[in-house]
């Protein structure tokens, strides 16, 4: 069993940056593939990033300006979101899995999310 505890989120305005962090406990995240997710009101949860393994990936409408990273000291999980644009309003998700995927309904672990607002 894994437990994730997502923080970070806020409101900036475009252009800025956010870092979120994912705060993995009851295992060490490498264990797991790793993703963060997001949502916008009245819209499906959305692929933003995995990682595993030492692989990445990334959905196109953040390649570029989008980062996920690990701590191992922390067992921690980050997403460096750089340039923020207002569609990037959503709550982030971070979510675990055993097996790689970009896609929400497979994901088996949860956090509880955390607020992203970019104001124009």
């Known amino acids: 069993q894994v437990q994730l505890v997502e923080s970070g989120g806020g409101l900036v305005q475009a252009g800025e940056s956010l870092r979120l962090s994912c705060a993995v406990s009851?295992?060490?995240?490498?264990?797991?593939?790793i993703a963060w997710f997001c949502q916008a009101p009245g819209k499906e949860r959305e692929f933003v990033a995995r990682?595993?393994?030492?692989?990445?990936a990334y959905a196109d409408s953040v390649k570029g300006r989008f980062t996920i990273s690990g701590d191992y000291a922390k067992n921690t999980v980050y997403l460096q979101m750089n340039t923020l644009k207002p569609e990037d309003t959503a709550v982030y998700y971070c979510?675990?899995?055993?097996?790689?995927?970009?896609?929400?309904?497979?994901?088996?672990?949860w956090g509880q999310g955390t607020q992203v607002t970019v104001s124009s």
């Open positions: 990682m595993w393994n030492g692989s990445t």
């Open positions: 979510a675990a899995n055993s097996r790689f995927s970009i896609v929400a309904r497979e994901y088996e672990y």
């Open positions: 009851g295992r060490t995240f490498s264990t797991y593939n």
